[in-house]
């Protein structure tokens, strides 16, 4: 009964918190436009936003190493959609996000409106448009974080990065930041069929929620590597990471 009452508790301070940030971005959104302020200011927001879900979630989280200043495309492994609070908690970033979010009532528009970027992982054109925009939004000074496995993994280990990311900072010569997340519960993990509401609601039953999270060095690309190079330096980082 206990834990029954600490997920219903949990669960009307999370759309509280939620419907409040997203009432206030939409309500000052139009003083800031799109463009770097617009972005800029919802990345603040986001983090603000992740940084009380991960108390409201009672997640824990042990750090080791810190994320660079300068704009960097964070690449790390995918485990649950807790991914997003933990590392959005740690600095203003914006995210590589997959095309049907963008269509979802509320939450897309206001995605689309923060600056998120979308792909459609299946079309070429929309994987274009989706490196242009991460280059965009590099170009404001924003980081910007990419799931490269391309969906959610219950472990122990991570499925083989994506090149297309790499290609791109390997090309533009954009520090790779490589980013290893583990739960300690791997039933945290949020995979499959797993129904999102009843997974949300066994997460909000646990007091206590232990995740770490490990940054590596930021991989700064010379001018003669290849994209291979960089994508298996950040893969064996968060390989090496997933062991400890």
């Known amino acids: 009964m206990a834990a029954v009452s600490l997920a219903s508790l949990r669960l009307v301070f999370l759309v509280a918190w939620t419907g409040m940030l997203l009432g206030w971005f939409y309500l000052t959104q139009p003083l800031f436009a799109r463009g770097p302020r617009g972005y800029r200011y919802a990345a603040v927001l986001m983090r603000l936003w992740a940084s009380a879900i991960v108390r409201i979630f009672g997640l824990s989280v042990s750090r ?11 690449v790390a492994n995918h485990r649950s959609y807790l991914d997003i609070a933990v590392l959005a908690a740690q600095q203003p970033v914006l995210f590589l996000a997959k095309r049907e979010i963008a269509d979802w009532p509320m939450f897309g528009r206001a995605a689309r409106a923060a600056g998120i970027v979308f792909v459609d992982r299946g079309d070429a054109s929309s994987r274009a448009q989706a490196l242009d925009g991460i280059v965009d939004r590099l170009s404001m000074g924003i980081s910007i974080v990419v799931f490269p496995e391309g969906t959610t993994t219950s472990g122990p280990g991570v499925l083989p990065f994506r090149p297309g990311v790499f290609r791109l900072c390997a090309e533009r010569s954009v520090p790779v930041l490589p980013c290893a997340i583990a739960y300690a519960d791997p039933s945290l993990a949020w995979i499959g069929d797993d129904e999102f509401l009843s997974h949300l609601l066994r997460t909000q039953r646990r007091l206590r929620n232990e995740v770490s999270l490990s940054f590596g060095a930021a991989i700064h690309p010379a001018p ?4 291979e190079q960089l994508r298996e ?4 980082f968060v ?3 997933l062991q400890e």
């Open 64 to 74: 080791r190493g810190s994320a660079p200043s300068q704009p960097a495309v964070w």
């Open 224 to 227: 003669d590597v290849q994209p």
């Open 233 to 236: 330096r950040a893969e064996h």
């Open 239 to 241: 390989r090496l990471a």
